[in-house]
């Protein structure tokens, strides 16, 4: 709850802010607030990923793709993520999250967040994402796609995914929410 005052600042700023292509990268400038920080003076580990939303806001934002999703009730989801610390920033440091879209697959869509002290990459995120409809049904990337051409985006320049992304996710999947996943822990397997 104590992002929701910082999320509706960004979403207005953003508005404000130079537009963006569908590939260009965004920079938000933030700075460590005690909201954020842990015991050990330090954004807490788990808050990187309301501070990463905040910068997919600020490029759905200024790349159009916020209202246009809203006009139609879609939704943006996580369905994956990982990230990777280098070092600790903390309160009261001013840092950037630096936002930019990967790619499309067949279901999802690739964003990497870093946050960026003094120009120096301090943690590094992958999120993996779609867009539900009102209804709860998935977005097909080809929709999604369409919208962006709509918007004036080149899709014509999209990147393509490194395999590691895909090979990840496949490793991490859980089946879906409407396939029973009883909670049993395996026996971990002897040294030997």
Not at 119 to 134: F, P, Q, S
């Amino acid at each position: 709850m104590h992002l929701l005052p910082r999320t509706l600042l960004v979403l207005s700023r953003a508005r404000r802010r130079p537009r963006l292509g569908i590939w260009d990268p965004a920079s938000l400038p933030l700075r460590a607030l005690p909201t954020d920080v842990d015991f050990a003076g330090h954004v807490n580990n788990g808050q990187y990923f309301g501070l990463f939303d905040l910068g997919r806001f600020d490029l759905m934002v200024r790349t159009g793709l916020w209202d246009a999703c809203r006009e139609r009730g879609w939704l943006p989801v996580v369905q994956s993520e990982q990230i990777a610390f280098r070092r600790s920033v903390t309160l009261g440091t001013a840092f950037s999250v630096e936002t930019r879209l990967l790619g499309l697959d067949e279901r999802a869509m690739w964003i990497e967040h870093r946050a960026v002290v003094d120009g120096d990459v301090a943690v590094r995120a992958i999120v993996c994402g779609r867009l539900r409809a009102k209804d709860g049904t998935p977005v097909t990337n080809d929709d999604l796609r369409a919208l962006c051409v709509d918007l004036g985006h080149d899709m014509s320049v999209e990147p393509e995914l490194p395999a590691w992304l895909h090979e990840w996710r496949e490793r991490i999947a859980l089946p879906s929410a409407r396939t029973p996943m009883p909670h049993v822990w395996e026996e971990p397997a002897a040294r030997t």
